[in-house]
Antibody, heavy 118, light 107 residues
């Protein structure tokens, strides 16, 4: 059974940094692209960043230059390093596994809440 | 950026009735379109990918159709567990974008 478990969320001041982790199990992590999607309170889904199997990366314009996605295949873990955080980054952050060669997402974690506030 | 527009924003349906949800792309995404279901306090769940292929374990009452810029998710006979918010997402190019969602509520 595929499992994705996010951690690292919390309360951070504007301008601060935070690193999210997503521990994966139940599948061959290195064989899949992964992504982060966020959801502001009461709002819809927003794609944030993606990392391919070869560790090449893509970012939404809203986070480019501030967030860094990475993966450690030896630890089956996905990361999102977030810096220069803004109030508008407040959201639940989900990690998700791609469908296998396409950028739909067939497994999701339960999410971790990031709150940016002074 | 491809803008995904879902309609209606809210759909009131009685159990057993048919629900039809629409998703429109601002430019063609061919068949690179997925549908997700999200219930309160839960992560999204993949229902449909490739515009019309049901994901593993998804009941046959869920069906997707369309290509290009116009897509439809149909729930043939709504069950109580189907009341939720539904999102479409394209994966034609970067950035990936989601529609604003359609809330299916009980009439």
């Amino acid at each position: 059974e595929v499992q994705l478990l996010e951690s690292g969320g919390g309360l951070v001041q504007p301008g601060g940094s935070l690193r999210l982790s997503c521990a994966a199990s139940g599948f061959t992590f290195s064989s899949y692209s992964m992504t982060w999607v966020r959801q502001a309170p009461g709002k819809g889904l927003e794609w944030v960043s993606a990392i391919r199997r070869d560790s090449s990366t893509v970012y939404a314009d809203s986070v480019k230059g501030r967030f860094t996605i990475s993966r450690d295949n030896s630890k089956n873990t996905l990361y999102l390093q977030m810096s220069s955080l803004r109030a508008e980054d407040t959201a639940i952050y989900y990690c998700a596994k791609d469908c296998g060669g396409t950028w739909c997402f067939d497994s999701w974690g339960q999410g971790t809440l990031v709150t940016v506030s002074s | 950026e491809i803008v995904m527009t879902q309609s209606p924003a809210t759909l009131s349906v009685s159990p057993g009735e048919r629900a039809t949800l629409s998703c429109r792309a601002s430019q063609s995404v061919t068949s690179k379109l997925a549908w997700y279901q999200q219930k309160p306090g839960q992560a999204p769940r993949l229902l449909i990918y490739g515009a019309s292929t049901r994901a593993t374990g998804i009941p046959a009452r869920f069906s997707g159709s369309g290509s290009g810029t116009e897509f439809t998710l149909t729930i043939s006979s709504l069950q109580s567990e189907d009341f939720a918010v539904y999102y479409c997402q394209h994966y034609s190019n970067w950035p990936l974008t989601f529609g604003g969602g359609t809330k299916v509520e009980s009439k």
